[in-house]
């Protein structure tokens, strides 16, 4: 089987290299010809993911064309370039099942990507792959857990048992929108667990965070139709978990940035677009959504960490 991987980024990369290790043939297409022509030459992605060998069975190409003969896509492109990269090459796509990778809520109209891949490729099974994973960890072959969301039962199967390896295990879900939600959601905690960090303001209130974040993902989760089973999963709970306790995580890496009043790393930090997403989000469904709120007010700069860390403490008591 020929896998195509859309998006030559770190975990572009690192699902490449997990699958062709289980002896797929993949297809790692990536926008820069330079870079890909680089990666061909140095079996290495040295930008994203340095000191990882691509196997063998990944062919690292910049042409669309390239992806023809594949039976699986992959779709690992940063959340806010999926709609743009479709509208430009959707038609050139093979007709075959396209999995979406990115955790993030479209900025304007905040749309889930598998709404955007429905939309733009009407003609084929849209599924969506997440959860705990860091992509160094993926690339090196240690043990991981994903989840792999898909309407269709029957497609989801065949993508969960055509995906999974020896090293990645795939569990399967058709609540597709809890699986995008819990995916999203957790990286604006995870911006809110980085900032207390950079803040010094200790593992109780990261603690916190976490907790009162996972119901505010769970509410709003719910308000849209999941179901909470899917909330506590992998795809929920576990990915939420992962990225609010380590620096691997971009979105932690950057609130702890700012939280110390540093500039942050740079790179795709998917939790930036979605906390506004999130908020309005909110807002149309009638879901309060205070943590989400104070981290976008930050980082829009409407409000300074100190005064919305202040406001949190001092909002209502209530019962849990």
């Known amino acids: 089987m020929r896998i195509g991987v859309i998006g030559a980024g770190a975990f572009g990369t690192a699902l490449a290299c ?17 870079a890909m022509a680089a990666m061909a030459e140095t079996r290495e992605n040295r930008a994203r993911l340095p000191g990882v060998p691509l196997p063998e069975r990944v062919r690292p190409v910049a042409e669309i064309a390239a992806l023809a003969e594949c039976a699986i896509l992959l779709m690992v492109l940063p959340a806010q370039a999926t709609a743009g990269f479709l509208a430009d090459h959707g038609g050139l796509l093979p007709g075959v099942p396209a999995v979406f990778c990115a955790k993030g809520l479209a900025r304007g109209d905040f749309r889930r990507q598998s709404e955007i891949g429905s939309a733009a490729l009407p003609d084929r099974p849209v599924a ?3 959860g705990p994973g860091f992509a160094g960890e993926i690339a090196r072959g240690l043990p991981t857990a994903l989840t792999i969301a898909c309407a269709d039962t029957g497609t989801g199967q065949w993508l969960q048992t055509a995906l999974s390896t020896p090293r990645l295990r795939l569990y399967l879900t058709d609540d597709v929108t809890g699986a995008e939600l819990g995916g999203a959601l ?3 905690i995870a911006l809110a667990c980085g900032m207390a960090e950079g803040r010094g303001l200790g593992q109780s ?7 009162r974040g996972f119901a505010e993902m769970s509410r709003l989760a719910a308000a849209m139709g999941a179901r909470a089973e899917t909330l506590t999963g992998l795809s929920g709970l576990g990915d939420l978990s992962l990225t609010c306790n380590s620096a691997q995580s971009r979105n932690f890496a950057t609130g702890e940035a700012l939280g110390a009043d540093r500039a942050p790393a740079g790179g795709t930090v998917e939790g930036v677009a979605t906390a506004r997403a999130a908020c309005e989000l909110g807002r149309r469904h009638g879901v309060e959504m205070p943590i989400a709120e104070a981290v ?12 919305a860390i202040d406001g949190l403490l001092r909002r209502p008591l209530k019962e849990e």
């Open 205 to 211: 209130a990261r603690a916190a965070l976490m907790t």
């Open 296 to 307: 976008a007010a930050v980082l829009e700069g409407g409000l300074t960490l100190g005064a």
């Open 186 to 188: 957790k990286n604006v």
């Open 18 to 34: 997990v699958e062709a290790a289980a002896g797929r043939e993949v297809v790692l297409w990536g926008r820069d010809p330079a």
């Open 128 to 130: 969506v792959l997440t």
